[in-house]
């Protein structure tokens, strides 16, 4: 009976998509913040909400400039790098949606 759970291989995951994911989950976490604040100050959030989201607005197409580009790495594991484009173009979605929300 073979065991299937062993990779023997000297691939490692791509450094640029393990940055994607990092700046996805920060910018889910800025987006998450901002939404919480807002609610909390009524509709009225100060200065920081607007903060909060146009990081989250940065980091997740900057996640998504690294997503892409990891993909040029040869011969490396690209799970992370998947991940971090999901994540950050959900995001990105989410951001833009927002912003022209509040502009009609």
Do not use: P
């Not at 997740?60 to 799970?79: A, C, H, Q, R, V």
């Amino acid at each position: 009976m073979r065991n299937k759970d062993y990779r023997f291989t000297n691939k490692r995951y791509a450094k640029e998509g393990i940055i994607s994911s990092i700046l996805g989950v920060l910018s889910v976490v800025c987006l998450i913040t901002g939404i919480f604040r807002s609610f909390e100050a009524r509709g009225n959030g100060d200065s920081i909400v607007g903060l909060l989201g146009m990081g989250a607005l940065l980091m997740s197409l900057t996640g998504l400039i690294f997503g892409i580009k990891s993909f040029k790495d040869e011969d490396k594991f690209y799970t992370f790098s998947k991940l971090g484009i999901f994540i950050c173009g959900f995001i990105l979605i989410c951001m833009i949606s927002i912003l022209f929300g509040g502009l009609i």
